[in-house]
């Protein structure tokens, strides 16, 4: 969880929200403490103690800037990620369905889609050498002598194609 609280009152208010369960201080000297101090500890602990749903409900009624802090794995499935679009569920040809980032910006004229999962490392080296003009021998010089890597994906065997939205 992420908060904000930057006067008195809202160091009351927090107080109040965990039921004073930390030292009585002052505001003023609260302040002072460093982020990793002891104070942050007892704090720490007391935010343990409840639910952070109903913890972040509490806190924004008391007035004090809050939010849940997701991890990497819990942030495509926010309730604000899903209900503006911003994730896609993906096939990977090497590790199946993945859920990843969508399209992020949103254009009423232009719309934007995605193509496909994103490459592994080597997918498009060849493509990319003959772009920039080199030919297929100097290509497979540069793959032999370690400079570049070029490899297609190897698909499992559980990870049939499936098409992508």
Not at 5 to 19: K, P
Not at 40 to 58: K, M, N, Y
Not at 137 to 146: A, V
Request: aromatic fraction near 4%; proline fraction near 7%.
């Amino acid at each position: 969880m992420f908060l904000a609280v930057s006067t008195q009152s809202q160091w009351n208010a927090l107080r109040a929200a965990i039921n004073n369960g930390v030292p009585a201080v002052d505001f003023s000297v609260a302040r002072l403490e460093p982020p990793h101090g002891v104070l942050a500890e007892e704090l720490s602990r007391q935010f343990a103690r409840h639910p952070i749903g109903a913890l972040l409900d509490t806190l924004t009624v008391s007035g004090i800037p809050a939010g849940r802090v997701n991890r990497g794995v819990d942030a495509l499935d926010d309730v604000q990620i899903t209900a503006n679009e911003l994730a896609t569920d993906m096939h990977h040809p090497e590790f199946g369905p993945i859920r990843q980032t969508g399209v992020l910006l949103k254009f009423s004229s232009t719309p934007c889609r995605l193509w496909g999962s994103a490459p592994i490392l080597g997918q498009h080296t060849r493509e990319v050498l003959a772009e920039l003009g080199y030919a297929a021998e100097e290509i497979s010089e540069l793959e032999k002598s370690g400079v570049a890597q070029a490899r297609q994906p190897k698909p499992r065997a559980d990870t049939a194609a499936e098409p992508t939205k």
